[in-house]
């Protein structure tokens, strides 16, 4: 269903991508609870194959944790035991843990004893993965896939491409009774332990009628680990819908909600100069996007942060920072949707014909290919190849806005008829973006009752002192706004709970 199962106080998720549970724990009780955050998205936590070099050069890629060996919990991330633990400790502070699921398929093609990481054996020439078990029987075979190859040759198709193969991968067949067993085994196993909800990947792939039944058949969350009677588990579909195919978001929209790639697609286009920011006014179902309540967005995400998935090269990411920054912003302060902020590690880019060669490279990892702990330095940001773009002030401090906003609409709406914007949020916020290359200098209506704030995007409130740019707002609920375009960030926000 639709609902996060989130604390009515906390409304943003945050994508802590290739994190280990037992970092995870510390960062819910170190920063995310403090912070707002509403729950963590964690990478797949089912056993996965060890893909050493399926082309030279690559090792351990990050989409190996896509390619799924059994439903033991045991990968880079951690044991089963670590990830209760990992579960416990985040409710306990009101974070809750979302749950990334491949359900559409198994592994790709492998030769015969290669490994897994909780050391179980599998076969996909026969398409044998005894742990689970699952045999070829439990998968789409001739009688339902039509294409020579076997695999999904045109999207055209709608069913190809849910009855063949993504790119070779071993597709499930979710029609089965047996199959959706074990796969209802595994999802009330993870509800069991505390889990608030489940990222469906490739859903595109799957029939919607058979994640249907399967969502049907979940438990409800369980009181003793805090949640109210009757909760049902959220569900936030993958389904990249950018239009022009047959296959679309809405047909999924009936499960939980749908990740609506479109979102950071138009919004990437709009901050790198495609389109006024003007344009921005009625931004959601106005742009032929789901409805607010049926969608789950985001700028980037783990896969088009790499520059080919969905939305290619108009994604902002962590390498446009100051864009990246005013992107995030008007997210967190738009009211549309269900919130993820992506959380990234770095890689080196090696850009040949417009394709970056390395956009396989997996997390931080030794000499062991362990993944790293991440360093926490003293100015709260990470270090050790961690981007954590969520401990950037700028967005942690606009998480706090979308929060302390919530449930309010958007009003008093102003624009240069240009790439400067701002609005009110009720009586609650106020922001501005200045996207043009010339500076804002405008006295507008914040909305906001008579008195000093702090401007949270440069700086914070600390002592009752802003350290960042503070804003006067006279009886009439106006204030002059001064964003130069030469700024560090062409944003300026402040709310209720950033006055003096
Ligand atoms: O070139 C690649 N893949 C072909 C183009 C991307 O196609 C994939 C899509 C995909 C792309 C576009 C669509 O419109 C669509 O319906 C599906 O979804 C996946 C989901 C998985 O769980 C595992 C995968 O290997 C894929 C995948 O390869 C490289 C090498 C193999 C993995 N991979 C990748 O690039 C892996 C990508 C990947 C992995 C996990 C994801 O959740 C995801 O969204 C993409
Ligand atoms: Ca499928």
Known sequence: QHDPNNLSDRQIMVHLFEWKWNDIADECERFLSKMGFAGVQVSPPTENVVAWEPTPGVKRPWWERYQPVSYKL????????????????????GVRIYCDMVLNHMTGDWPSGTPATGGSSFNTGSKDYPAVPYSTYDFNGRDKCSTSSGNIENYGDANQVRNCQLVGLKDLNQGSDYVRGKII?????????????????ASKHMWPGDLKAIADRLNNLPTDKGFPAGARAFIYQEVIDLGGEPITGAEYVGIGRVTEFKYGKFLGEAFRGRNQLKYLKNFGEGWGMLASGNALVFIDNHDNQRGHGAGGDMILTFRVPKLYKMAVAYMLAWPYGFTRVMSSYYWEQNIVNGQDKNDWVGPPSDSNWNIITPTINADETCGSGWVCEHRWRQIYNMV???NVVHGTTMNDWWDNGNNQIAFCRGGKGFIAINNDNYPLQQ?????????TYCDVISGDLVNNQCTGKSITVGSDGKAFISLSNAEDDGVIAFHIQSAI
Request: aromatic share 10%; charged share 20%.
């Open 400 to 402: 706090k806005f979308r």
């Open 74 to 93: 045991n990968t880079r991330s951690g044991t089963e035991q670590q990830f209760q633990d990992m579960v416990n400790r985040c409710n306990a502070v």
């Open 185 to 201: 085994e595994l999802l009330n196993r993870l509800i069991s332990y505390g889990v608030a909800g489940f990222r469906f990947d």
């Open 443 to 451: 006295s507008l209506q914040t909305c906001l009752p008579s008195g």
